[in-house]
């Protein structure tokens, strides 16, 4: 962190000397990923500075790099034949993923700058639903012929692989462009130069429709170890690929949006410093009033039992102790089974068995706090008849929390929901609400109130 603060301050320095030849050495021995952090901090005609003394590459590996509203600054400031050359070094679903994420004059601007051929590929792209296989994909990827030559083979990887996103997996097509085989760029290699593409590719092909989605893409990447995924169509022609790179950004998305419903936040694409106070207003107030007005339930029932209140005066300061006991409990579980459906090591078909392994776990936890809590009950209000009804509220509390903690989020992806969306806020106003109830049940009936 400290070095790239000191390469920043150098390349301000340079800039405010006019120092270009330095700065262009200097920008030609870092890595994209490290000028587009910079680029960030810097001011809009800093960056444009920096960005035009960079390579033609190595400003099309910057700016895929870059934050959106960053992208947008320099789209606005670079010319049409700057744009284009940074354009072309784009492979084709980063373009894509630029266009979705510009407005529409900057969107207008790159589809007049890209040529007819890319236009159309562009257009094609984004008719796909948003979060399928099709959306993420890229239609730049090494194809070959059952019947070609290693030597073959390789002459026409020489001849496109520089602008294939990957030339680890290349495809083997027929005349129809359907998908017969793939190979890897290690067995090409190793090769004697006159053997067939047809005796070495792998036919054992897994592959994905253009309409999967992109969450079950992604966790293909993880089962199989794979490098790139082909997309196919319904007729099994091979339309595009996606890279482990793409598969990464989509876990990643899926993890942030699972976060924000964790958090009972609406998702949002945009980063915190870039979406607008207003727009984080409005991702957390439907949430918060739908939980807020909910818990008016704990509160009518609380006055429900007034008279409890007045009997045993105490029974009101225990009413934290068992809400919060059972929300923590219901959250430990609900997040262990949201993790495990999200990994598919749980299924819905598990259900009872899931829900018989917690509710074994709430008994040893409920029986353990209970005697913690009863002991110290005991000796401080000399109240057997108390300890036992904190005590049997707990344990039961948390049976009742960890069962409920567990099968709402197997509801969640029963009924096809998100089940992030079962997650700590809105079990922990379902159990603040029951664990009341059976609080004051359990204290009615042993206390006699």
Known sequence: MELEENIEEKIEE????????????LLKEM??????????????????????????????????YMETDMREKLIQNLTDSELKSVLDELFMDDTVDLIEEMPSNVVTRILRT?????????????KYPDDSA????????????????????????????????TIYTCYVLDKDRILKGIIDI???????????IHDLMETNIISVNTLEDQEEVAKAFDKYDLYALPV???????????????????????????FNKMAAISPTEDGYFETSVFKHAKSRIVWLLVLMLSSAITGAIITNYENAFAAVPVLVAFIP??????GNCGSQSSTLIIRGLATDELELKDVFKILWKEIRVAVIV???????????IFIQYDSLQLAVTIGLSITVTIIMAKSIGCLLPLLAKKLKLDPAIMAAPLISTIVDILSILIFFQIATLIMGL
């Open 186 to 196: 290690k067995d090409i290699l190793l090769a004697k130069e006159d053997s067939l």
């Open 14 to 25: 340079f800039i405010k000397e006019k120092k270009y030849t330095e700065l262009k050495a």
């Open 31 to 64: 890595k994209s990923a490290d000028i587009s952090a910079i680029l960030d901090d810097l001011n809009k005609e800093e960056a444009v500075i920096v960005f035009r003394l960079l390579s033609k590459e190595k400003a099309g590996m910057t700016f895929s």
């Open 134 to 165: 099709g959306s993420v994909m890229t239609t730049e990827f090494i194809d070959l012929r059952e019947n070609m030559t290693i030597e073959q083979a390789l002459d026409r990887i020489r001849k496109i692989g520089t602008d294939s996103e």
């Open 366 to 376: 409920g029986v353990i706090l209970a005697l913690v809590n009863g002991l110290r």
């Open 232 to 258: 196919v169509d319904n007729e099994n022609r091979l339309v595009g690929i996606i890279t482990v790179d793409d598969a990464m950004d989509v876990l990643q998305e899926e993890v942030d949006e699972d």
């Open 114 to 126: 890209v040529n007819r051929n890319d236009r159309k590929i562009i257009n094609e792209l984004l």
């Open 321 to 326: 102790m068992i809400m919060g006991t059972g």
